[in-house]
């Protein structure tokens, strides 16, 4: 059975950073791309970063370009997102997600809040 | 951009359901389709356009290609009622619809 857990979110004030870990189990990790999706409290699925199977190819949304950093290690099965310069409507629940090449965003985890708050 | 409507729909169980996305220019057919019930992360419910995922039964059907695409319920059951969500993965940075809360009359 594919199991995303992630981890790492809670409370942090404006401007500070936060790392988010997603572990992987139940499939050959190594094989699959990555994304994290967040979502603000009673809005809508925002896509924000992708990252592919040796992590030569990443992407950013425009939101959080600069301050996000995506990352995995296939020996540890885990995905991380490193977040910088926390603003206010960073505030979200975020979601780590499998994709591949032939069928897209598949299995999501269950997500990890992080509100931002001074 | 993706657009989907309409934002709201209420039916009754056993009627069907159409919901639509818009895309504002071509996805070809790398279009999804995701159910979100309160609490609970996101299922994929139909890939590129008409595969339906595992798992997913055969009362939900997906159509279109280019920039129209629909998300069909032949016949709602009690736990189909969700918000249903479209995610496009032609180009970067892949986008979602604002979805769709199918929601009991």
């Known amino acids: 059975e594919v199991q995303l857990v992630e981890s790492g979110g809670g409370l942090v004030q404006p401007g500070g950073s936060l790392r988010l870990s997603c572990a992987a189990s139940?499939?050959?990790?190594?094989?699959?791309?990555m994304n994290w999706v967040r979502q603000a409290p009673g809005k809508g699925l925002e896509w924000i970063s992708f990252?592919?199977?040796?992590?030569?190819?990443?992407y950013y949304a425009d939101s959080v370009k600069g301050r996000f950093a995506i990352s995995r290690d296939n020996a540890k099965n885990s995905l991380y997102l490193q977040m910088n310069s926390l603003r206010d409507d960073d505030t979200a629940v975020y979601f780590c997600?499998?994709?591949?090449?032939?069928?897209?965003?598949?299995?999501w985890g269950q997500g990890t809040l992080v509100t931002v708050s001074s | 951009v993706l657009t989907q409507s309409p934002a709201t729909l209420s039916l009754s169980p056993g009627e069907r359901a159409a919901l639509s996305c818009r895309a504002s220019?071509?996805?070809?057919?790398?279009l999804a389709w995701y159910q979100q019930k309160p609490g609970q992360a996101p299922r994929l419910v139909i890939y590129?356009?008409?595969n339906r995922a595992t798992g997913i039964p055969a009362r939900f059907s997906g159509s279109g290609s280019g920039t129209d695409f629909t998300l069909t319920i032949s016949s709602l059951e009690p736990e189909d009622f969700a918000v249903y969500y479209c995610?496009?993965?032609?180009?970067?940075?892949?986008?979602f619809g604002g979805g769709t809360k199918v929601g009991i009359k």
């Open positions: 997600a499998r994709s591949s090449t032939s069928i897209g965003v598949d299995y």
């Open positions: 139940g499939f050959t990790f190594s094989t699959y791309n």
């Open positions: 990252i592919d199977t040796g992590s030569g190819g990443i």
């Open positions: 220019q071509s996805v070809s057919r790398y």
């Open positions: 590129d356009a008409t």
């Open positions: 995610l496009q993965r032609t180009k970067w940075p892949l986008t």
